[in-house]
């Protein structure tokens, strides 16, 4: 083998250097990256253990929840639900739904939601606004007004308008007497 002898000119000279320097530069870098890489161990150890207390800490305080959590059935057997049970889980829902209500909705829930409201419309639906008497109402508004209209118009008497209202309070008054009656006959709603 013949070895040859190379001869650098100034300019190769110059850039072995350059490039012996970069490699000198580098090798210091990945020394520095070990250090820290060691230091990083020791963290990485550190985090482990915190997060595994931590987990353990959520499995107890989940275990304690689990123990508050009890299924309906349990429940069924322990008695019935309790007025603060019914409000809490009343609540509970209500901000649910209304949470993925736009806005107008949102608002609009919230007021006739109201405890006052509530109550009022409850009181309403069942005195005035049974369901009978509003059925009997609309059927005798529409039989006594059409039997009205078609008698005047045959007769050549004009409508005052307010034959509907009457016949509506009428057929409503008689439903209101129909509930009355089934419920002292009956005992039912």
């Not at 007769?155 to 308008?161: E, I, W």
């Given at each position: ?24 530069e580098r090798r210091e870098q990945l020394r ?98 049974r369901p009978n008497a509003m059925l009997s ?53």
């Amino acid at each position: 083998m013949n070895r040859e002898k190379i001869s650098f000119s100034p300019e190769r000279e110059k850039n072995s250097e350059a490039l012996e320097e970069a490699g000198n530069e580098r090798r210091e870098q990945l020394r520095e990256n070990l250090e820290k890489a060691g230091e990083t161990h020791e963290n990485i150890d550190e985090a482990r253990h915190e997060a595994l207390e931590q987990a353990t800490s959520k499995e107890k305080s989940a275990d304690k929840e689990e123990q508050h959590l009890v299924s309906p059935a349990e429940r069924r057997r322990n008695g019935p639900i309790s007025n603060h049970e019914r409000e809490a889980s009343f609540k509970t829902t209500m901000d649910e739904v209304q949470n993925q209500m736009s806005g107008p909705s949102r608002i609009f829930s919230k007021v006739i939601h109201n405890k006052v409201i509530e109550k009022a419309s409850d009181i309403t639906a069942s005195t005035i606004a049974r369901p009978n008497a509003m059925l009997s109402g609309s059927i005798f508004a529409f039989a006594l007004t059409l039997g009205l209209y078609v008698t005047a118009r045959n007769m050549g008497y004009p409508l005052s308008g307010f034959e509907t209202i009457g016949a509506f309070a009428l057929g409503w008054i008689m439903g209101i007497v129909y509930d009355f009656l089934k419920v002292m006959v009956t005992g039912r709603r």
